[in-house]
């Protein structure tokens, strides 16, 4: 199995910045391919924030575009989101969530996090 551990989140006021990290973790990780963030504001449905891929191609919510910034370290297996000029409706859960494979026989299979808090306040 693959734990997606994340770590980083909080409170922080409009305009501020904040990173968060999330690290797969696993005894039989073959591969970790796509790595993506997510966020679910309260009564929104979960939208993806920024995908990269395993060659590093990268997309966003266009609302994030200019102030996300999603990286990876392949070699760690870890990947983050750099937020900058945060604004309120940036308040939701952000979940990390990755493609992985631990055995040829089961493929490809997708993976979340518990969730961080991202709070955007005065």
């Known amino acids: 199995q693959v734990q997606l551990v994340q770590s980083g989140g909080g409170l922080v006021q409009p305009g501020g910045s904040l990173r968060l990290s999330c690290a797969a973790s696993g005894s039989h990780i073959m591969k970790v391919a796509d790595m993506a963030w997510y966020r679910q504001a309260p009564g929104k449905e979960r939208e993806l924030v920024a995908r990269i891929t395993e060659d590093g191609d990268t997309s966003y919510l266009d609302s994030v575009k200019g102030r996300f910034t999603i990286s990876r370290n392949s070699a760690r297996d870890t990947v983050y989101l750099q937020m900058t000029g945060l604004k309120l409706e940036d308040t939701a859960v952000y979940f990390c969530?990755?493609?992985?494979?631990?055995?040829?026989?089961?493929?490809?299979?997708?993976?979340w996090g518990p969730g961080t808090q991202v709070t955007v306040s005065s």
């Open positions: 969530n990755a493609d992985a494979v631990v055995s040829m026989v089961r493929g490809r299979e997708n993976y």
